[in-house]
């Protein structure tokens, strides 16, 4: 475990200044070094090497997962700002959870219209984890306290569209399997944390991120149902 961090530290300032570009005027480098740190430590202990995922492919999501995370808890960060990283942070936690699941590649033997569908549910799923993202309400602090945003007003049209689309994946969030629903409902309409729901759950931080990724796939599919 050791060697794998301590050989892959690079991919952290890699991805530490990939998010420094986006945000650089609200945060220090040096914080994002240190979010990125704790996400690799975490992924060099779940890693598991059978599973056939190379490290640093799946590294890279969990590195930078944790990095965006870590930024949404900073405090007065401006709304779009903090829309922006809710996007981004599902976004990571759901390609994370498709490693982890394997739904990425297609199984061996699979044909070239099994892997093209492979590819398009998972981009619809990505798709439909960033709006997800931008509905999240404000990320809460380690006591489950709201974190204040600045310059939070929106526009009449754009909180009449929120509002559409949040009934909508409210009655699709309905649908899902049990966990699965109390894990979406919670985290982006309650503004829950993610791994505080999952430890609640009684799921394990891998088990979690496949059953998001799960649930994304079943909501997009549903969504497009209904619009």
Do not use: C
């Amino acid at each position: 475990m050791r060697e794998r961090f301590e050989a892959n530290l690079d991919l952290v300032d890699i991805l530490a200044r990939q998010v420094g570009r986006r945000f650089g005027e609200f945060v220090e480098l040096d914080d994002l070094v240190s979010y990125g740190r704790e996400g690799l430590l975490d992924a060099s202990r779940r890693f598991d090497a059978s599973r056939g995922v190379p490290f640093r492919a799946y590294a890279n999501f969990r590195v930078r997962g944790a990095i965006i995370d870590g930024v949404r808890t900073m405090a007065r960060v401006p709304r779009r700002v903090h829309e922006r990283l809710g996007a981004l942070a599902a976004l990571a936690r759901v390609s994370e959870g498709a490693v982890e699941d394997l739904q990425v590649a297609p199984p061996p033997g699979a044909q070239a219209v099994d892997a093209e569908r492979a590819l398009t549910d998972h981009l619809r799923s990505m798709a439909t984890a960033m709006a997800m993202g931008l509905l999240a309400p404000t990320a809460r602090d380690d006591d489950g306290e709201p974190i204040p945003v600045v310059d939070a007003e929106t526009t009449p049209e754009e909180a009449m569209g929120k509002a559409e689309l949040m009934q909508l994946v409210t009655e699709a969030i309905e649908e899902l399997p049990a966990q699965e629903a109390e894990l979406v409902k919670r985290h982006y309409l309650q503004g829950d944390r993610f791994d505080l729901v999952a430890q609640e759950l009684g799921l394990s931080k891998s088990w979690a991120s496949r059953l998001h990724t799960r649930a994304l796939g079943r909501l997009s599919k549903r969504l497009r149902g209904l619009t």
